[in-house]
């Protein structure tokens, strides 16, 4: 990215308002920066449930992943953020008043694509909604009940059920009951428990 962008780029997300596309706009320089590396990056976590949800549960941070195999390596990831004035590394990064955590690869199981999200720099690769939500009900669940992720785990629901976003519910199912997980059972009481509060019926409702 030319340099002239990036600073304008940077200006812009500092002053943003708004903490949902703040973070959406910071996902989207950070992958153009990348992309110039041939290396393709994916909102994981809470930060893609903040995005694939509006807002309505704020992550706070960015959390991304890539999608190859390998791990980067350290000098390549400090090159690449000093490229947008980070502060700290090498996994975890202040960026324009946010903070950033560059991972590992990104782990889905889901059979779904990724999602493309538009943005002011480029596009963003969101992580499938049907691999967040298994993720964010075992996290709500073990190794303690996690109030947090459980309000996570709904709010992706939530949006879901009531169809702003695309959610392969038999895709969860399978997800959830792979080894990884061996969580089918509370995806069911967590979505079924939103159905009844949306008075819609559930899609895991066999009548």
């Not at 994981?44 to 890539?66: K, Q």
């Not at 953020?81 to 782990?107: I, Q, S, T, Y």
């Not at 009951?177 to 089918?184: A, G, I, K, Q």
């Amino acid at each position: 990215m030319d340099a002239d962008l990036i600073k304008r780029a940077l200006a812009d997300i500092t002053a943003e308002q708004d903490p949902t596309l703040k973070s959406l706009k910071l996902a989207s320089v950070t992958t153009m920066l990348w992309a110039e590396r041939g290396v393709e990056l994916v909102v994981v976590g809470g930060s893609a449930i903040e995005i694939l949800t509006d807002g309505a549960y704020t992550s706070g941070d960015l959390d991304m992943c890539h999608s190859t195999a390998a791990t980067l390596p350290i000098r390549d990831r400090q090159e690449v953020m000093a490229g947008l004035n980070a502060e700290g590394g090498p996994r975890n990064w202040k960026v324009a008043g946010m903070f950033l955590d560059l991972l590992g690869p990104a782990e889905s199981f889901a059979r779904t694509p990724f999602r493309r999200i538009a943005a002011e720099y480029g596009a963003v690769w969101i992580m499938k909604p049907e691999d967040l939500l298994v993720e964010r009900v075992l996290v709500s669940v073990y190794p303690q009940p996690h109030p947090s992720a459980r309000a996570c785990a709904r709010e992706l629901a939530f949006v879901a059920l009531g169809g702003a976003i695309d959610m392969d519910w038999k895709e969860v199912l399978r997800v959830a009951s792979l080894p990884e997980y061996r969580n089918v059972e509370e995806c069911k009481v967590l979505v079924c428990e939103v159905a009844n509060e949306l008075k819609i019926k559930s899609p895991f409702d066999t009548d």
